[in-house]
């Protein structure tokens, strides 16, 4: 990256325009917590001097110290050089509102469940009647630990197959003081629990196909890859949890599923199943709700695939 002329830069103002002109040079993908280069540029540089999003406009104009300026170009060197996603090199994500702990051991929190969360999932639950919920595939525990906030009742299983991400869920989870509510399990999608019935069970399983593997954008090769793939068509853990929902659902609960690009591939797969496909105020796709009355009604399908 070339650093010519980064001497004059002295302002937050000077930093950002420099750093988001940077970005768009290099053709970054933005995706793990913006979506274009300046908020991009401001996150990183903000973060460098400890500031957050909240500082008067004001403090744009203000000067950077020696050792500022070094933070900032370590950084954004890194972005650059190495592709390493915002979140990864902050150390934190955002995600239902709420801040959460990430390293390259577990995704960056992107999934449009959290506007569902934040809704309570209405109208297919009553928030003060739900008192369990399941998270497959938990990964930070950013999605068990927010359905905790929003169901305020309800206890919390979250599991996933990596002890590395159980290791970062496990903080995040002591982060937000709710470790009596918020289980943690290592299993193999249901293969580990202790068994039970939820009225919820949500996941953002691994949904990419081999194919679209190849074709990622640099920066999602810092993502765990277990965390990404899942065979061939990407239902590989979608199927598991398809087959097996039904038996962990009370009578009236829901299964919500995000399949991102993998839709047309389960569409193909289970032309049957009558799948509810979500809608997002602010943006998003590939999610889909079923009922535990609908799985059970199509389980002898399901257990065909």
Known sequence: MDTEGVEALATLRDWV???????????????????NAL?????????????GHALPPEYLDTRLTVPERDRVLALVRRRVEERVPLAYLTGEAW????PFLVDENVLVPRSPIAELIQSGFAPWLDADEVSGVLDLCTG???????CAM????????????SPMALDVARRNV??????????????DVFDGLEGGLYDLIVSNPPYVSASEMEDLP??????????????????????????SAGRY?????????EVGNSAEALLRRYPGLPFLWLDFEHGGEGVFLLTAEQLDEFQAELEEQ
Do not use: K
């Open 150 to 161: 929003a169901f305020p009742e309800a206890v919390v299983d979250a599991a996933d197959i």
């Open 140 to 146: 930070s525990g950013c999605i068990a630990i927010a």
């Open 17 to 35: 325009r420099w750093a988001a002109s940077r970005f768009e040079e290099h053709a970054l993908f933005f995706g793990h917590g913006t979506d």
């Open 95 to 98: 995600f239902a509102g709420l």
């Open 218 to 243: 640099q920066e999602y090769r810092h993502e765990p890859a277990l965390g990404l793939e899942a065979g061939d068509d990407g239902l590989d853990i979608v199927a598991r949890i398809l087959r």
């Open 174 to 187: 002591e982060r937000h003081h709710l470790e009596d509510r918020v289980s943690l399990y290592r299993a």
């Open 249 to 257: 659902l009370r009578a009236g609960g829901i299964l919500v599923v």
């Open 39 to 51: 908020d991009e540029a401001l996150a990183l540089v903000l973060y460098s001097v400890r500031l």
